[in-house]
């Protein structure tokens, strides 16, 4: 179990610890000489069940609570800490509100400095912090008056720990490791070491993790894992792991930073989360408020975007988008704390929703209805919502790392189809898998109806026309399985409906027959479309015009402009260039130039052609063969 102490500056928090402990602490020479916490102090203590607690002391100056969230980010428990002469103060009041935000649900209550007060002065405080704590979570926490210089009421205090430590649940260790990293430091003969609250998984000696969102690999030489050398740690330990990576140093680590598995990192400057305004706020908050945003042990600054409207009321709940100046790392579910421009106040805080958030569409219906599915808990929750408005699909390992939750503890809705595209598999939901189906063969009927002469688009166009929505790999697949299907067809580059077909009229089918046989003749140089013009004494525009139909119709290819080739021509050069190919696959263009014996410009444009056409593909000087492509095909008739 790990508990933070919490309350107003000088109300005894350390004392208290150093009371039940027994143990000093690590306290700074300066905090020593001014007699107050700075920045986060530790403590281990068996409570007397065989276990060591683990003890977080916070600053309680308003100048630090900045640090005090750092440390109070991992906490099992609130140990809240009143001082009897002062009774509740402002930081009482922050803290406690902090620690709600948190989604810190235990607490105890040490009223402390009795021996200062009569008893009637700590019954007016008991009942001054009851008031305090019946509107929030921990309206039922005891009280414990003590006094930490005569030690009464300690001991009792200690037994209430070890009752609560007995019944705290262990954090789930599944998913990969995750620690924010609190505290750095060099020690000599080991190198760097970092300390921090394990938030999920298991850490072993000889892990390779991640620094987030630096991106630096560590391997862990060693770890301490609540206070103790062992030989791993999981997920609600104190952990201080010894690392070493290449160029490490302490200076190379900050507080805030992320210590993961490596499959987690995924830096993030935009993070979609449910909101909630403090009561205490003395105004609404407005969109695009600057603010600071408290994450793990990370304090970055950024804005707000209200996705629900254009200000929140005090105490009031909204969807709402955090724009971060510094990237951050962040998993479905965690608490953060979002503090004023100038880092005065807490305004308030929430969950994180979604650490991906879209720069694009995000107040769209279909996005919030995302959010709301996802403000509902689980990943199991909000599947179907999602899949059901995901026309790109779901990336599996996008949302392995947006839940922390590797996929073989997932359990899909049974309309879920897994959809393997260029770059992985997506999910989707199948009826609106095949609602795009459908749409992409609605668009292209009515792209013939449109177009009546020509014999269809390319891909590229019919994704345009059709679904420009659609990221084009998944467009790739959908295309991939309409054509399986038989619902598309494919002749060259151009896709058409199987009963769609263009017709030459009457004129033109004289005219191709006239000027067919001198393309063909041409073969690797065959005739621009001026000399086929002079030669069949018509108007350029006429050849022109029917060269395009026939390379609609798939016929012909235009190389470059007014330079038509053959299909059937196309495919002898393109086996040209396969027997050049040679086991390394790469055409190099004087050979290519040398074997068809025509001019190196020409050689040139026509491996231009074949990288568009997707034949080819240029790497330094020559270019490597693509043997899947559809020039290098065995035709029907052998």
């Known amino acids: 179990m790990i508990v933070g102490t919490a309350g107003h500056i000088d109300h005894g928090k350390t004392a208290l610890l150093r009371a039940l402990t027994g143990a000093e602490g690590d306290q700074r020479r300066e905090e020593r000489e001014r ?34 969230l750092a440390g109070a980010s991992g906490i099992d428990l609130l140990l809240l800490v009143v001082a009897a002469d002062d009774g509740v103060m402002p930081q009482t009041r922050e803290h406690l509100a902090i620690a709600e935000l948190l989604g810190i649900h235990r607490a105890l209550v040490a009223i402390s400095k009795t021996d200062r007060v009569e008893a009637a002065r700590v019954a007016a405080v008991a009942e001054e912090i ?12 005891p009280l414990y008056p003590l006094s930490s210089a005569s030690g009464d009421g300690v001991e009792t205090l200690r037994d209430a720990l070890r009752a609560e430590a007995a019944e705290a649940s262990a954090r789930s260790a599944q998913g990969g490791f995750r620690l924010p990293v609190d505290r750095a430091f060099s020690v000599a003969g080991s190198g760097v070491v970092v300390t921090g609250t394990a938030f999920a998984g298991r ?88 603010v600071h945003l408290h994450l793990g042990a990370q304090d970055v600054t950024g804005r707000v975007a209200l996705l629900e409207g254009e200000t929140l009321k005090p105490g009031a709940r909204a969807l709402a988008q955090v724009l971060l100046n510094a990237p951050t790392h962040a998993v479905h579910g965690d608490a953060l704390v979002l503090r004023d421009q100038s880092a005065q106040r807490t305004l308030g805080g929430g969950r994180v929703l979604d650490p991906f958030a879209p720069a694009r569409n995000r107040r769209g219906e279909q996005r919030l209805a995302q959010l709301q599915a996802l403000r509902a808990g689980t990943l199991e929750e909000a599947l179907p919502v999602l899949l059901e408005s995901a026309h790109n ?9 947006q839940f922390n939750r590797p996929r073989e503890h997932w359990q899909l809705p049974q309309r879920t189809r897994e959809i393997v595209t260029r770059q992985g598999v997506r999910l989707f939901d199948a009826r609106l898998w095949q609602q795009l189906h459908e749409r992409l063969v609605a668009a292209l009927e009515r792209f013939h109806g449109e177009q009546p002469d020509e014999l269809g688009p390319d891909r590229d166009r019919l994704r345009r026309y059709a679904l420009p929505e659609l990221e084009r790999p998944v467009f790739i697949a959908l295309l991939d399985q309409a054509l399986a299907d038989g619902h598309i067809q494919a002749s060259g580059p151009w896709l058409h409906r199987p009963d769609h077909r263009v017709q030459l009229a009457e004129e033109e089918e004289a005219l191709k027959e006239r000027l067919w046989p001198l393309l063909l003749e041409g073969r690797y140089d065959p005739p621009w479309v001026r000399d086929l013009a002079r030669a069949l004494d ?65 050689s040139i444009q026509l491996l231009e052609h074949f990288d568009r056409i997707g034949l080819t593909r240029r790497t330094g000087e020559g270019r490597r063969l693509r043997p899947d492509s559809a020039l290098l095909a065995p035709q029907p008739d052998g």
């Open 130 to 141: 009851r008031a305090l704590l019946a509107p929030g979570p921990f309206a039922d926490a």
């Open 393 to 401: 699909g779901l990336e599996p390992a996008r949302l392995e790392r």
């Open 35 to 68: 007699g107050i916490t700075i920045d986060l102090g530790y403590r281990y203590a068996d409570l007397g069940d065989g276990a060591l607690t683990g003890f977080i002391d916070v600053p309680g100056h308003e100048r630090f609570v900045h640090n005090m």
């Open 538 to 602: 018509r108007e350029e525009a006429e050849v022109r015009h029917l060269l395009r139909k026939l390379a609609r119709l798939g016929l012909l290819q235009q190389v470059v402009r007014d330079l038509f080739y053959p299909e059937q021509t196309l495919r002898e050069l393109a086996h040209c260039a396969e027997e050049l190919a040679g086991q390394d696959g790469v055409v190099l263009p004087a050979a290519f130039r040398d074997r068809i014996g025509i001019g190196r410009k020409r």
């Open 203 to 290: 850490v072993a000696v000889g892990d390779e993790l991640m620094l987030s969102p630096s991106g630096r690999r560590v391997r862990v030489r060693g770890l301490h894992a609540q206070n103790r050398e062992a030989a791993d740690a999981h997920a609600g330990q104190r952990v201080a792991l010894n690392i070493a990576g290449e160029r490490l140093s302490v200076d190379s680590i900050r507080r805030g930073e992320w210590l993961l598995h490596p499959d987690l990192h995924a830096p993030t400057t935009r993070i979609d989360i449910e909101l909630n305004l403090l009561p205490s706020e003395p105004r609404a908050l407005r969109h695009w408020t600057p």
